[in-house]
């Protein structure tokens, strides 16, 4: 099990940019196949982003291809999702995620073990 911190929301632009971060504690972090997820008020949560645990696959859902960058340091046990052009639909809490030892890309919720508190992004007109 590990435990996840996410960080980096806030308030930005429409066509601005964010980075959000997810901190692991515990270990083993590079076992784990990592995703970011969201939820915006009334829908249900999404998968927006995830990648393998040796930073070789990643997935994007089509609404951010082009536009957000998962990666990863396993070194310093964290997750990155970099988001830019941001649209006022990218709007939603943004979760992290880890799925302990899977040879590939977990997308759906029920793959995964682990999950961390949410942090929000809010993008203004």
């Known amino acids: 099990q590990v435990q996840l911190v996410e960080s980096g929301g806030g308030l930005v632009q429409a066509g601005g940019s964010l980075r959000l971060s997810c901190t692991a504690s515990g270990y083993s972090f590079s076992y784990f196949a990592m995703g970011w997820f969201r939820q915006a008020p009334g829908k249900e949560r999404e998968i927006v982003a995830a990648?393998?645990?040796?930073?070789?696959?990643?997935y994007y859902t089509d609404s951010v291809q082009g536009r957000f960058t998962i990666t990863r340091d396993n070194a310093k046990k964290t997750v990155y999702l970099q988001m830019s052009s941001l649209k006022p639909e990218d709007t939603a809490e943004y979760y992290c995620a880890g799925r302990w030892r899977v040879g590939r890309v977990p997308t759906a919720q029920s793959e995964y073990d682990d999950w961390g508190q949410g942090t929000q992004v809010t993008v203004s007109t």
């Open positions: 990648i393998s645990m040796s930073t070789s696959f990643t």
